[in-house]
């Protein structure tokens, strides 16, 4: 493709305030920006985004700052200044969306509800997340990913049987629910807007969005009444043809051979053409297959069963460690690796054709420092934009 036939990104034109901090929030508007969109990041004048020093520093940010807040555009503003709240609502006119993850009702006491900027700029989307949602009992409780997934019935599904529930850090209802539900709702939303001329509130409750994909344990409740104890059913490790099993040197083989073509291939390759039979064989006898199948898999090493699976195409492959998984030579073939102001960071999570790989741009590594930029555009002088930074509005 010519440089004279490239398409724009997608979301080009597009213009995003951000005003979430750590995970959810900042990777739903980094999407955004991977495929085009101006997103502005809007800090207080305080503390700012906690994530800018959490966990380790690769510089003046930390690691997990940098890898969800690329291709972005920073500015900080005091909201509860007059002249901060005042500029603030200038750029709202120009907005096409606008993202916060405060408790519900605190953009409300600033004098920033949807209403009131919707009066001011009618297509604007407005994306709330939260954990709970804008309305109903647990809507002012706190929590964290783990308490969303709790409610939602995700967590007890977790684990193996007859243990407890296990924790994961990838974070289920933070990513499934405050990120992609979020990136998802604004585009619906943005779409609409576009149509009509009028933009909308978009409610992301977290725990809904983890439930709302909670589908193989809805289909037991409704076909049972219950769902069975985590470790029994088919995706948890209750058959022999789906599961995880040890090698030899303490690594692990992922057996996802669900289709009955696939878990003979398996059989026939593990030379056990005789458990062909147990394909989904549940109960004690599905026990004592799984338990032969262990002995099986820790008879060889991790590297010794890549090496004779990579030739069978029956879904089993190895359980990569995250560094692994980095130089993994599909992975790499994908570009899905990239250096981003040389820090490795993970590339844009769905390909759109005639949309080649761009530059992206590094986090701001110092809040506010596109201030200059973002105030010209609306207007002030380089005066104008000193006496706010020294009355402490921006």
């Known amino acids: 493709m010519t440089e004279q036939t490239r398409r724009p990104l997608p979301l080009q034109g597009i213009r995003v305030l951000d005003l979430t901090r750590l995970l959810p929030g900042p990777l739903a508007t980094q999407h955004l920006a991977d495929y085009g969109a101006e997103v502005i990041k809007i800090e207080d004048t305080a503390a700012g985004d906690y994530a800018r020093t959490m966990g380790a520093m690769g510089g003046d940010t930390s690691y997990f700052y940098q890898v969800v807040n690329r291709n972005k555009k920073s500015l900080r503003l005091d909201l509860k200044h007059p002249e901060g709240r005042a500029l603030f609502l200038r750029l709202v006119e120009g907005a096409d969306a606008l993202v916060e993850g405060f408790r519900p009702g605190v953009m409300g006491k600033l004098g920033l509800g949807y209403e009131t900027l919707a009066a001011i700029n009618p297509r604007l989307v407005y994306c709330s ?90 289909a037991e409740v409704l076909a049972h009444g219950r769902v069975r104890p985590r470790g029994e059913d088919l995706l948890t490790g209750g058959v022999p043809c789906y599961g995880v099993y040890e090698t030899a040197d303490g690594r692990h083989m992922a057996v996802g051979a669900l289709e009955e073509k696939f878990w003979h291939l398996a059989c026939d390759t593990l030379g056990r053409p005789d458990l062909k039979a147990f394909h989904l064989a549940s109960g004690e006898e599905g026990a004592r297959v799984r338990t032969e199948l262990g002995a099986i898999f820790r008879s060889r090493t991790q590297g010794e069963w890549v090496a004779l699976f990579d030739a069978v195409d029956c879904c089993v492959t190895p359980v990569l460690r995250m560094e692994e998984s980095l130089q993994d030579r599909h992975i790499l073939a994908r570009d899905m690796v990239q250096s981003v102001g040389g820090v490795r960071q993970l590339g844009a999570p769905v390909r759109l054709s005639d949309m080649p790989a761009g530059a992206a741009v590094a986090a701001p590594a110092r809040a506010g420092e596109h201030a200059r930029q973002l105030l010209l555009e609306l207007g002030l002088d380089d005066e104008a934009i000193r006496r706010l930074g020294e009355a402490g509005a921006i």
């Open 129 to 218: 997340i939260t954990g709970y949602g804008q309305t109903g009992p647990y809507a002012q409780r706190a929590g964290h990913d783990i308490n969303y997934i709790g409610y939602a019935g995700v967590l007890d599904q977790i684990g193996n049987a007859g243990g407890p529930p296990a924790l994961s850090n990838l974070q289920i209802g933070d990513l499934l629910g405050g990120t992609m539900a979020a990136a998802f709702g604004m585009l619906v939303a943005l779409f609409d807007a576009r149509a009509c001329g009028r933009g909308r509130h978009v409610d992301v409750s977290m725990t809904e969005a983890a439930l709302a994909h909670a589908i193989f344990p809805l």
